[in-house]
């Protein structure tokens, strides 16, 4: 009769083995305690962050300012006051763009703000028959020479500055090199940026004093196609805020807010019809309009200059087109 003893050596043998192979295997899993194992130092992976939006940037925006027949100091105190960029949509020095008056009325008012100044410029900015003054003293701020118009970056907002002055700088029109030029800065720019505008004239306006500029429909369009949020303009020496208006000047989903700011000095016009989708006019007070933009959404609110009496408030706040 057999011994049993090989077979019981032999499982005894298998045992050790499957131990064994069992150890080396949790030795490789994190160890005993069956904790799987961290990764060698050079095999970390660094966590994902994203970088914060930008803070709100806040602008200042006003038109019209400085009025050489009787210059009004309270506009200009007032935006010494505030913080923000300073956005002055046309007729800097009124009622005629030269060297003397921007020498004499311009520079003591608001001088001291152009570094931090974007304008475009207006037709008294023509006045002379030419807008050597507008260029000459307002610099890199205000776009090539001659041309007057430019883009920058305001926080995470597109500012885009355009010359309605549009028998100036060789039309407005689809074939005009200013329309070229706004067509290939709006296609290059993030599809979900926020944008605000701003050009002399206004395409859409109730006052009884001036008309409104089918020239700039063109260029409106392409500014509405891109979801463009604000569009300032003066001229106008009046306030006046629309809801947010298509191409047809109608109110419209994803429309433009136009905002007419000629409130900076120059007499005041009177409003004639009042248009459909004015939200809010007056114009017996100057002040500024600030705006405060932030990454989806922007602000605005009227500050009247210190005397003002009127108790004329307008504010709110709207989500961006593309967010």
């Not at 050079?42 to 210059?71: K, M, N, Q, S």
């Not at 355009?162 to 599809?191: F, I, M, R």
Request: aromatic share 10%; hydrophobic share 35%; proline share 7%.
């Amino acid at each position: 009769m057999k011994s049993a003893r090989p077979a019981a050596t032999s499982r005894a043998r298998s045992l050790t083995t499957l131990l064994a192979t069992f150890f080396m295997l949790a030795a490789a899993c994190g160890g005993n305690d069956g904790n799987v194992a961290e990764p060698a130092p050079d095999e970390t992976i660094a966590p994902t962050t994203t970088a914060p939006p930008p803070p709100p940037a806040t602008v200042l925006a006003v038109a019209d300012a400085a009025d050489c027949r009787g210059p009004d100091t309270e506009v200009a105190e007032l935006i010494e006051s505030l913080e923000g960029t300073l956005l002055m949509a046309g007729d800097l020095a009124y009622k005629e763009g030269s060297i003397a008056n921007f020498t004499e009325c311009f520079l003591p008012l608001y001088g001291g703000d152009l570094d931090r100044l974007y304008a475009v410029p207006g037709d008294n900015d023509y006045g002379t028959g030419n807008p050597d003054a507008f260029f000459q003293i307002l610099g890199d701020r205000v776009g090539e020479v001659g041309k007057g118009w430019f883009t920058a970056e305001l926080g995470s907002w597109q500012l885009i500055g355009l010359n309605s002055e549009c028998g100036e700088v060789g039309g407005c029109d689809p074939e005009s090199e200013q329309y070229q030029w706004l067509a290939q800065t709006l296609a290059e720019a993030p599809a979900d940026q926020c944008r605000i505008a701003m050009w002399h004239l206004p395409r859409f306006t109730s006052s009884a004093n001036y008309q409104e500029i089918p020239r700039l429909g063109p260029m409106y369009e392409l500014l509405f196609e891109a979801g463009t949020d604000i569009l300032l303009a003066g001229n106008s020496h009046h306030y006046e805020r629309f809801e947010p208006l298509g191409p047809d000047g109608l109110p419209a989903e994803g429309g433009i807010s136009n905002f007419t700011i000629g409130i900076g000095g120059a007499t005041f016009t009177q409003f004639g019809e009042i248009r459909q989708g004015s939200a809010a006019r007056q114009n017996d007070t100057r002040g500024v309009v600030r705006f405060e933009l932030a990454a989806d959404e922007w602000s605005f609110e009227f500050v009247p200059v210190p005397s003002a009496e009127s108790g004329f408030t307008d504010s709110g706040t709207i989500k961006c087109n593309n967010a």
